[in-house]
């Protein structure tokens, strides 16, 4: 009879034992989202909210700096199409994105193939290579200002030594923007080539041993061991390249302050002139919100293409 008691109160004592453990769950959930809460704050106060009030200025004729602005509906964005200045900082914009980021990946993986290897003073080219991106990218643009400047820069000096004409390498509409590529590219290759080092040495060796009993050379164990195994690594590394460059402003402040002309402007420093220099905020406004559009597009289609390459992979 006592058997029999105890067995009827079994079911009841587990049922308050898995209602203790939601209670437990949910209690701690509740204090994860507490913790989430200072964050959301920031993002709201500091993104989320400008990102919105900049959109509805871009439907506005705002300059800046007066109280009160009238709607003008899409007329902004109608003359955002219409206006060529537009498409030459769009051009130069992906320039700066697609440009830095293929030179950073190429540059980034081969640093870290090499330090991969036990070679000498590994540690101290690390740094070497590393050491750009811990600098102002505002400071790294003026060094390489007093390098390029045409009166009294580095390369000036150099090039007149051996009997050659100076050149104005920051006032050539057609070789700036490539200038502007070198300097971030030197600047942030650094990044590039950490993680792509952390992935490396994260690639068990016995892969590699394996393909050597099977005969197979330093290419083919690049290209069907390191490279499918460094996806990861690649998809990351890319998607942070893209939205750097493509939102890059303070180097070219630095170098060429967006001239000559128009000629080295990205929509960054583009939509910075607009706003502080001529006045013009609403239009500001219709260029940041496209920006983001742009730079949203490629960043999310590059995650994609290779968060799929990480799955064939």
Do not use: C, H
Request: hydrophobic fraction near 45%; avoid cysteine; glycine fraction near 8%.
């Amino acid at each position: 009879m006592s058997e029999l008691v105890r067995n009827e109160r079994l079911p009841k004592e587990s049922t308050s034992v898995i209602k203790k453990k939601k209670s437990t769950k949910l209690k701690k959930e509740s204090s994860l989202w507490w913790m989430y809460l200072p964050g959301l704050v920031i993002v709201t106060l500091f993104i989320i909210y400008p990102f919105i009030n900049g959109i509805q200025l871009s439907f506005t004729n705002w300059n800046g700096f007066s109280q009160t602005y009238d709607w003008i509906g899409v007329e902004q964005y109608q003359r955002l199409l219409a206006d060529p200045t537009t498409w030459l900082v769009v051009k130069n914009t992906l320039l700066y994105g697609i440009g830095s980021t293929i030179f950073q990946n190429i540059l980034g993986l081969l640093y870290a193939l090499l330090l991969n290897q036990s070679i000498r003073m590994k540690t101290f080219t690390r740094t070497i290579v590393y050491l750009p991106v811990i600098i102002s990218p505002i400071i790294m643009g003026y060094i390489w200002y007093f390098f390029f400047s045409f009166q009294g820069g580095a390369l000036n000096d150099v090039l007149m030594l051996f009997g050659y004409e100076p050149v104005n390498a920051l006032g050539n509409a057609s070789l700036n923007p490539w200038i502007i590529v070198f300097v971030n590219t030197y600047q942030f290759v650094g990044i590039a080539m950490i993680i792509y080092l952390a992935g490396l040495q994260g690639i068990s060796k016995d892969y590699y041993e394996a393909a050597q009993l099977d005969g197979a050379s330093g290419w083919q164990q690049f290209k069907t061991i390191t490279l499918p195994l460094l996806m990861p690594s690649i998809t990351i590394n890319v998607v942070l390249n893209i939205i750097g460059g493509l939102k890059l402003f303070d180097v070219i402040v630095a170098l060429t302050g967006g001239g000559p002309g128009d000629a080295s402007q990205s929509m960054s420093t583009f939509m910075y002139d607009l706003y502080f220099k001529r006045q013009d905020a609403g239009y500001a406004a219709t260029q940041g919100v496209f920006m983001a559009v742009i730079i949203l597009i490629i960043s999310i289609g590059a995650l994609i293409y290779f968060k799929r390459k990480e799955t064939e992979a």
